[in-house]
């Protein structure tokens, strides 16, 4: 009788038709090892998760059904089928017919409900049958999923079941961000960085919940989007960067490339053309712009506050407009980034009158404007946003002209200062900022900044010591890891010691994704195979 039992077990497990199933299916869940929800893997924390005892088995049984007249949401439930794929092999279907009886189903649902009080909240709950996961947005929709992805385990479990199977452990996840712009910045600029390479940035920034990626396009040594009104920024512009490498430019198409990829990914892209300081590059290609009275030569040096446009030529407003239209044309994002820092030659009433137009040509194009903190000293209002690098004065300028801020200290948010003094690159002009101390501060309370000011975090990577992205990979990871949690999670959930743990078992991800991040020694990683060192030996 024992041996009918087991046969039966088996031959209906092994079976495609699930229907019969459902008994042993269950016993088979009942058997998992013990499981329970906890935040073990998860970056950044959630809001609150209460566990249940069990486990869903996410096996090849499983699949996603997604509200299908809620704009977005069957590309988030694809998003998540590719990523499984990815990570187990399973090829897990979505929206197909239903099948009576299918056990397993992950349901991604458009909801109203008002607990989801953010277009990004989202909950989840998981119970030995089901994943439903409620959200008023797709973008809602995409963050939870990167959870659900968190809480996939790496092997699959160790269960009676004649095929593999990954057990999710059953609760239910409340989550929302605690602010609303959560970035980071690669300068492709000082180096150059291909459209691969940036997209690789975006896979990692989404796994981790960020929502905007700022392109910092033009500096001194290098313009990096092509703009079709004046084609010699690329020509001339783009054909050096720092160290006297070949540089390169995005094409539009290419731009719009980079820009759809991080819409998939629900990832604003924030271009950046700074002015009128760090137009070098600019001032090379088209000579009239410049007015530091010298003659612009290429520049591949790492020097910072030598170049300005003149701002008293119509047409070097003229020039701008192009430049913002033919760039704002392209990002669907809300904002355009205008720069502003470092304009050490450039006179401060220069400097206001400059600002002051530039701001106006791009609210033209009904972009909001950011700039760095210097801007505050413009005479611009409320409807203009300051993002502070250190300037104590200029954050409290900005406060007191009602601006938001985002939040980007140098001595804490700078992904391009070293470790410490052992870093392979990297520079410290600001700080050295070890991993806990990237991790160990609160941008709701720094330098004073008022809490309702703060739009969010942002990590900026500069490039002058950085060429590649596996050299830019071992800058920001793991500290752009900790931002996400500054960024998303609440102060209460933040916690070093708790943090550290979580982060080492970011390494299996990490190493899946050939991210060569630093090794840092003051974690404890779930794997300790340095591979950037490995690679770098090569
Ligand atoms: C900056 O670091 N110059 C914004």
Redesign the pocket.
Known sequence: MKSVLIKLFLTCCLTTTIISCTQEKKKRVLNFPDTNLAAENLIPKPLQMIPTNGGFALDKFTAIYTSQNATGYEEVGQFLAKKIKAKTDLDVQVNVDEIPGREGVIYINQSDSLELETPEAYQIYITSDSVILNSNSAAGAFRGIQTLRQLIPEVSSDTLAEYPVWTIPTGKIVDSPNFEYRGSMLDVARHFFSVEEVKKYIDILAYYKYNVLHLHLTDDQGWRIEIKSWPKLTEVGGSTEVGGESGGFYTQEEYKEIVAYAAEHHITIVPEVDMPGHTNAASVSYPFLNGNGKTPKLYEGTH?GFSTFDTRKDTVYAFINDVVREITELSPGPYFHVGG??SHVTKKKDYIYFMDKVVDIVKQYNKIPIG?DELATANVDSTSIAQY?GSKENAEIAVKKGMKIIMSP?KKA?LDMEYDTESKFGLHWAAYIPTDSAYVWSPEAYDGIPLENILGVEA?L?SETISDISEAEYLAFPRAIGYSELSWSTEENRNWENYKVRLANQAPYLERMNVQYYPSPLIDWKKSKNTFEEIKKD
Do not use: C, F, Q
């Open positions: 910072v820092d470092e760095w690098w140098a700078y900026p500069w």
